[in-house]
């Protein structure tokens, strides 16, 4: 069965860093994209990053200049670089695979910045 397995979440000041991971199995790796959502409480689900199988990145416009996304292909796995976090950054952040049949989500990880 394909997993997700996040890591890097945490505590951070304002002004501070964090990098996020995402691993998956080899087999999937390479096809479909990935990318991270986020979901603070009381609030809907929203994209923040995708990268595709080429490498293409797309952001939302709040994660823009300070987020970066990548992957390494030989660890299969993709990152999650966030710079200058905010307080309003502040949000469990999920990772998800697009898989042939449909899209697979991590557990969730969280990040929570304190001003």
């Known amino acids: 069965q394909v997993q997700l397995v996040e890591s890097g979440g945490g505590l951070v000041q304002a002004g501070g860093s964090l990098r996020l991971s995402c691993a998956t199995s080899?087999?999937?790796?390479?096809?479909?994209?990935m990318g991270w959502y986020r979901q603070a409480p009381g609030k809907q689900r929203e994209l923040v990053a995708s990268?595709?199988?080429?490498?293409?990145?797309n952001y939302a416009g709040s994660a823009k200049g300070r987020f970066t996304i990548s992957k390494d292909n030989a660890k299969s796995t993709v990152y999650l670089q966030m710079n200058s976090l905010k307080f309003e950054d502040t949000a469990v952040y999920y990772c998800?695979?697009?898989?042939?049949?449909?899209?697979?989500w991590g557990q969730g990880t969280q990040v929570t910045v304190s001003s």
């Open positions: 080899r087999s999937v790796f390479k096809i479909g994209g």
């Open positions: 990268i595709t199988s080429g490498g293409i990145t």
């Open positions: 998800y695979k697009d898989l042939i049949d449909g899209r697979l």
